[in-house]
């Protein structure tokens, strides 16, 4: 499995249970970070304070490091990098050689995320795709696909958000327990499960 992530923290907010969930099966699972967004830390923060807080949240998940890549583009500004971005998502079809491609969500209003949607799309469109949910940044989601997940992924999930503490320091109430857990409730209810992440099925192949 590869996981595209616009920035640190959107993989482990998006999908971070079903990564948990995947590795626990076997499942090889790489994870790529677009952008360690440094205009998005506090004030007097180290610019590589969210990659090592990517570093440590994938380290708890369980992404072995050599599966783990940060790229370094300007948060907010992929668009002016969208040639680029799509040349490094040929070249990681082609080193990681995934099954399936997560990534944001069609209907994501971020522009880093409309970015990697499309790009990542493009570049695996004749792959299975899903994309996972930023309820933060959607107006509309279909959620069409689900991963039904015991509380020892949710907890996984939990404690690697824990690592963003810059993040955690800007209140940021999509870090909080009682919202993850109360939309991998609500999922759950809709799979007939406790907990469940939803997904957008943007392509299967089987």
Same mark, same amino acid.
């Given at each position: 499995?590869?996981?595209?992530? #616009? !920035?640190?923290?959107?993989? %482990?907010?998006?999908?971070?249970?079903?990564?948990? &969930?995947?590795?626990?099966?076997?499942?090889? +699972?790489?994870?790529?970070? =677009?952008?360690?967004?440094?205009?998005?830390?506090?004030?007097?923060?180290?610019?590589?304070? *969210?990659?090592?807080?990517?570093?440590?949240?994938?380290?708890?998940?369980?992404? #072995?490091?050599?599966?783990?890549?940060?790229?370094?583009? #300007?948060?907010?500004?992929?668009?002016?990098?969208?040639?680029? +971005?799509?040349?490094?998502?040929? &070249? *990681?079809?082609?080193?990681?050689?995934?099954?399936?491609?997560?990534?944001?969500?069609?209907?994501?209003?971020?522009?880093? !995320?409309?970015?990697?949607?499309?790009?990542?799309?493009?570049?695996?469109?004749?792959?299975?795709?899903?994309?996972?949910? *930023?309820?933060?940044?959607?107006?509309?989601?279909?959620?069409?696909? =689900?991963?039904?997940? %015991?509380?020892?992924?949710?907890?996984?999930?939990?404690?690697?958000?824990?690592?963003?503490?810059?993040?955690?320091?800007?209140?940021?109430?999509?870090?909080?327990?009682?919202?993850?857990?109360?939309?991998?409730?609500? &999922?759950?209810?809709?799979?007939?499960?406790? =907990?469940?992440?939803? =997904? %957008? +099925?943007? &392509?299967?192949?089987?």
């Amino acid at each position: 499995m590869l996981i595209l992530a #616009p !920035h640190t923290d959107d993989a %482990e907010l998006g999908c971070g249970a079903t990564i948990a &969930r995947l590795l626990d099966e076997g499942v090889r +699972v790489t994870v790529a970070a =677009f952008s360690t967004a440094v205009e998005s830390l506090p004030a007097g923060s180290p610019a590589d304070r *969210l990659k090592l807080e990517f570093l440590a949240a994938m380290d708890t998940l369980g992404v #072995p490091a050599e599966d783990v890549i940060v790229y370094d583009y #300007p948060v907010r500004k992929l668009s002016y990098f969208r040639q680029d +971005v799509l040349e490094e998502l040929v &070249r *990681l079809k082609q080193q990681v050689s995934p099954n399936a491609v997560f990534l944001p969500s069609g209907t994501d209003l971020h522009q880093d !995320h409309q970015v990697l949607f499309n790009e990542g799309l493009r570049a695996f469109k004749h792959m299975t795709v899903w994309g996972y949910e *930023l309820p933060w940044n959607h107006i509309n989601f279909s959620a069409n696909g =689900f991963v039904t997940l %015991e509380q020892r992924h949710l907890d996984r999930k939990l404690a690697a958000l824990q690592a963003y503490t810059s993040q955690i320091e800007l209140d940021r109430p999509y870090f909080s327990r009682a919202f993850v857990e109360g939309l991998a409730r609500v &999922r759950g209810v809709q799979a007939r499960c406790e =907990f469940a992440e939803a =997904f %957008e +099925v943007l &392509r299967i192949r089987i």
